[in-house]
């Protein structure tokens, strides 16, 4: 599959590079600013959604700061979640007096985040907020505070910039809308 086609797959593209990358500076000059007196500043990004967001986020801050990454499951396959949420993965560094701000591509039920934050605040960080890149606002099952947000979408199923169904359309440099007929 040629990458510059847009796969058959996808209705249409959600969100283009440009508008991806505009985003991703200002929120990466809000961040820098909130924590310009700060220190201990460790970014932790969910695996494997998160790691090209974390990666532009990353590279647009402009104070020092510590890269680390957790793996959770929440789906088997396709777009059911059941809500059961699994540790496969934890971080290298201890996040204990740090201040830890989780990098999520994406906020659906909520559940991943909400166990992630529950964990976390467990082993005392000095502080916690949350970077998330798209919320579905109607999804949410839980209530789970969202410090610094890129999009709101409606309830679709996003595929690209690290976001995939069934592992696939991951390195898709847009974020595009999946087809229902794909997954209903
Ligand atoms: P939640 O626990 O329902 O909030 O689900 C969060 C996780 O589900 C995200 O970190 C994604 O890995 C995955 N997810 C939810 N919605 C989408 C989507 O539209 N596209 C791709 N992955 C999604
Ligand atoms: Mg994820």
Redesign the pocket.
Known sequence: MAYREIPAEIERVFLDEETIAAQVRRLAARISEDYAEIDNLILVG?L???FIFLSDLSRNLTIPHEVDFIA?S??NKG?V?T?A?RFIMDTRSSVTDRNVLVV????????????LLRAFQARNPASLRTCVF?S?PD???VK?PIDYLGFE?PD????GYG???ADRFRTLPYIGI?KREVYA
């Open positions: 969910v494997k959604g998160a959770l929440s789906y777009v979640n809500g949420v999520e591509d994406i906020l659906d039920t909520g559940y991943t985040l909400d166990y798209i579905k999804r949410h099952q789970v979408t679709e199923w996003l595929v976001l995939d169904y999946l």
